[in-house]
């Protein structure tokens, strides 16, 4: 049964401490997207990826986020330095060719509490 | 901007009647429309998709319609059960450039009650 995996499932940090948040997308996919969901704002798409490649990352704040994709089978989103209003939960998902065209498959999230 | 709407927040209803949910969007030419489904503490899980030119899709008990004069898609459940109990959005996504990503609503939550 293929399914994204993300790890840490939680993360309690203090603020201005780095907080890396990992992602292995379901074998075969090529696209791989990280998503923030908050109860205010919603599910909000910070950046996605296509063969590994940063296609969009207008979502994040440039200043303190950055994304990556070392391999195919691992991506990664930093926070540095971490700041309360970045408490929220972070999704990864992946999907085929097509990108958005196509359904994604989410993983489980992280949540993440800056204190 | 783009906005996407979901009628409510919450919506209850009894157990073997159809719930309806409604997405409306506005400064928005979506080229494809999403429907999922997200359970408390867990990611979203997709349910349908349908085109701009397909005005109705069903997947067993599931039915959704796609308006784009009245810019707005229809979601319903018949026979609902309380397994069906969870958040739905809906997401859109236009034909690339500023409107190429997939924009989520905010969902709503459905309480089917026994």
């Known amino acids: 049964d293929a399914r994204v995996t993300q790890t840490p499932r939680d993360k309690v940090t203090e603020m201005g401490q780095e907080v890396t948040m990992r992602c292995q997308p379901i074998l075969g996919h090529n696209t791989v997207f990280w998503y923030r969901q908050t109860m205010m704002q919603g599910l909000e798409l910070l950046a996605y990826?296509?063969?590994?490649?940063?296609?969009?990352d207008s979502g994040m704040p440039k200043d303190r986020f950055s994304a990556e994709m070392p391999d195919a089978t691992l991506a990664t989103l930093k926070i540095q330095p971490s700041e309360p209003r970045d408490s929220a939960v972070y999704f990864c998902?992946?999907?085929?060719?097509?990108?958005?065209?196509?359904?994604?498959?989410f993983g489980p999230g992280t949540r993440l509490t800056v204190l | 901007s783009q906005k996407i709407e979901q009628n409510s927040e919450a919506l209850n209803i009894q157990e073997g009647k159809t719930a309806t949910l409604t997405c409306n969007y506005t400064?928005?030419?979506?080229?494809?429309l999403q429907w999922y489904r997200q359970d408390p503490g867990r990611g979203p899980v997709f349910l349908l998709l349908?085109?701009?030119?397909?005005k109705e899709k069903r997947k067993e008990r599931l039915k959704v319609t796609f308006d784009t004069t009245l810019k707005q898609s229809l979601f319903h459940i018949t026979a609902s059960q309380p397994a069906d109990s969870a958040t739905y959005l809906c997401?859109?996504?236009?034909?690339?450039?500023?409107?190429?990503?997939?924009?989520f609503g905010k969902g709503t939550k459905l309480s089917v009650k026994p």
């Open positions: 400064n928005y030419s979506p080229a494809y």
């Open positions: 349908i085109r701009e030119n397909e």
């Open positions: 998902a992946s999907g085929l060719a097509g990108g958005f065209y196509n359904e994604q498959f």
């Open positions: 997401a859109l996504t236009g034909y690339g450039g500023s409107q190429g990503n997939l924009i």
């Open positions: 990826f296509r063969n590994r490649a940063p296609l969009d």
